[in-house]
């Protein structure tokens, strides 16, 4: 189990040191998980203790928002002062975001359907 955590914390060190030495506009923690993933995907063994490991983390994902929580109220006199512009940004850009995905969504799915409608393809009789 050691070693599962081990290759996490790893990962995560090692994709902050290239963004750092790099320079790259991605979060250390970003490339921590597509390096994991390369590692992932070039070892064709049994990964149970990893797989304990991260359900045991995303069992208790709660406890990793108490540093954020504490840090908000840590900068109570920013967030008295910009409060309402953060909420008011925050709440655009996630609608925003929502709206965006679906108008994506809709056009690949139109775009799917005009290049194999469903039940349409080769072959297939409806």
């Known amino acids: 189990m050691v070693g599962a955590i081990s290759l ?5 060190f090692v994709g902050d040191v290239v963004a750092r030495v790099v320079g790259l506009p991605l979060p250390g ?4 998980m597509v390096i994991l993933l390369l590692w992932l995907a070039s070892l064709k063994r049994e990964r149970e203790t990893l797989s304990q490991v991260t ?3 995303t069992a208790h ?6 540093p954020a929580a504490v840090g908000l109220v840590a900068q109570g006199p920013v967030l008295s002062r910009y409060g309402i512009g953060l ?5 655009v850009s996630t609608l925003l ?3 965006v995905t679906v108008l994506v969504f809709h056009w690949a799915l139109a775009l799917g359907e005009r290049r194999a409608p469903l039940g349409r393809e080769k072959g297939v009789v409806a």
């Open 97 to 99: 975001t929502l709206v």
């Open 87 to 91: 909420v008011v940004a925050t709440t």
């Open 61 to 66: 994902l709660s406890v990793m928002f108490v």
């Open 55 to 57: 359900s045991w983390l």
């Open 8 to 12: 996490l914390f790893v990962c995560e």
């Open 29 to 32: 923690s970003v490339l921590g």
